[in-house]
């Protein structure tokens, strides 16, 4: 019998329950595996133990909380962390290996193996520590084959300790079933995380897929989505291409910050990052050793026409991993959500660099009108903190230079300019290469478009072959262009 519809009616993607879940891979008799928890009970596994048919799935389940117990069987990390991902993948290791050494492959030829383990902190009985973890699951999808992992961190939103555990306990299920049901589909794969939980409840801000299923993922990408569907603020990746966290990146760091569209990344871009890391490495409280840049692009800057060209964000990407640049994406419109999400991890002296345009947008009040103390409130958070604003200068139509000395801001903020500018706030960075002032990323990208060759002294060194080389930003490969 057909079921009942209405032309009215809404459809609902049919999300199976935890419950489903586990029972689909409890009922499977070849999948079967290991879970190791460490922090938040054992949640995930409880999952399947109360689905029904567990004795098929689960070899093990254990928690090895006591710090002795779990260097024992672990080892010891060298920071003398537990939380960490590298805690995280030795527990996968262990256990993977131990399933291929206990499990004899003679009596069970179609068995594919998994560990699941996660190792978290909830919150603190002060209510001051959110909690965070690390989850990951290294499985097969066939007998013998190679191993792949997904590997993720997490950060609780929520205040209660025991609803910090119901939360793992659904994520570490979704994980588990995705990985071996959604693999061929990484992306659905990351949304499916999130069944049957709220994004208030959960953040996830770093994963990493690798392994033979995973070959074609580009985990840069993968970065990008966690981000444009809401699961996290910002992201960062590493030169390498993989996705790093960014808590262990900016801790207690003097920051350096770059925002720009990158599109690509010129002379200009950086020349104002020279020469500001100059003028920041020399400020007292600012130690060399202990300076993190990070060139920013935000959500905003990567959209064409309303959607997100990840195309036109790989080829960003690539060029300023070429340049060794360590880049933050992020959902921060405004400057002070920028300033505020480093301080989450840092009280050290921080810098941004910026041009003209941009220093001039933040005195733009319509851009507060959602703070209900509008801009005071904005420039609190911004400037409240130990931060400083490196300036570049901007030359005009007429060949004169703006700088922080003659910028012109509206009427009402003139006063409030002043305060922060004599109070040293906003410097300008004074030894830049004149030659770079008529450099733009939009004059390159035309010039690219338009066939021109001169568009590659406008680059740093190597970044034009690049671009060439990889028939970036709609360039011809260099191939094409040499016939």
């Not at 588990?176 to 499916?192: D, E, M, T």
């Not at 064409?304 to 992020?330: K, N, P, Y």
């Not at 009280?347 to 220093?359: A, E, F, H, I, P």
């Amino acid at each position: 019998m057909e079921e009942i519809t209405y032309k009215g009616d809404f459809e609902i993607e049919n999300i199976p329950s935890l419950k489903d879940k586990a029972l689909r891979i409890n009922l499977n008799k070849d999948i079967y595996g290991t879970f190791a928890e460490i922090g938040a009970g054992q949640e995930t596994v409880r999952q399947f133990f109360r689905a029904g048919g567990a004795s098929g799935t689960i070899a093990k389940a254990m928690s090895a909380y006591d710090k002795h117990f779990s260097d024992a069987i672990y080892g010891i990390e060298d920071d003398k962390r537990y939380v960490t991902e590298a805690r995280l993948r030795k527990m996968l290791i262990h256990e993977v290996s131990l399933m291929e050494q206990r499990i004899p492959r003679d009596d069970n030829p179609n068995k594919i193996f998994f560990s699941y383990a996660n190792t978290v902190a909830t919150i603190d009985f002060a209510k001051k520590y959110k909690g965070h973890g690390w989850v990951g699951i290294k499985f097969q999808v066939e007998p013998e084959g190679e191993y792949n992992e997904i590997v993720l961190h997490i950060r609780f939103k929520e205040n209660d300790a025991r609803l910090q555990q119901e939360t793992l306990g659904k994520l570490g299920t979704n994980l588990i079933y995705g990985a071996f049901y959604k693999y061929n589909q990484p992306r659905k794969l990351l949304r499916y995380l999130y069944d049957h939980l709220d994004k208030d409840q959960l953040e996830i801000d770093t994963i990493n897929f690798s392994g033979p299923v995973f070959n074609d993922v580009d985990n840069r990408l993968m970065s990008l989505q966690l981000v444009k569907n809401g699961m996290t603020d910002a992201v960062m990746f590493a030169p390498d291409g993989n996705n790093v966290l960014p808590a262990r990146v900016l801790y207690k760091k003097n920051i350096l910050a770059l925002r720009g569209s990158f599109r690509p990344v010129t002379k200009v871009n950086m020349d104002m990052y020279e020469k500001s890391y100059e003028m920041f490495i020399k400020e007292n409280k600012v130690e060399k050793d202990n300076t993190q840049v990070i060139f920013e692009i935000t959500l905003s800057n990567l959209r064409a026409e309303g959607e997100i060209d990840e195309q036109d964000f790989m080829d960003r990407a690539r060029l300023l991993c070429s340049l060794g640049q360590t880049v933050l994406i992020s959902n921060f419109q405004e400057y002070y959500k920028l300033v505020e999400y480093f301080s989450q991890y840092t009280k050290s002296r921080m810098g941004l660099t910026m041009g003209v345009s941009n220093l001039v947008d933040i005195f733009d009040e319509k851009y507060y009108r959602h703070l209900s103390g509008g801009i005071l409130e904005a420039f609190g958070k911004l400037f409240y903190k130990d931060l400083r604003v490196y300036l570049y200068p901007m030359q005009n139509d007429d060949g004169s230079l703006t700088t922080s000395e003659n910028l012109k801001v509206h009427p009402r903020m003139k006063e409030l300019y002043k305060f922060f500018k004599y109070n040293g706030k906003v410097v300008d960075i004074t030894d830049y290469d004149a030659s770079n002032l008529s450099v733009f990323s939009r004059k390159v990208l035309k010039k690219i478009s338009e066939g021109d060759n001169d568009w590659e002294e406008m680059l740093p060194e190597g970044v034009a072959k690049l671009i060439k080389e990889k028939s970036l930003f709609g360039c011809e490969s260099e191939e094409v262009i040499h016939k």
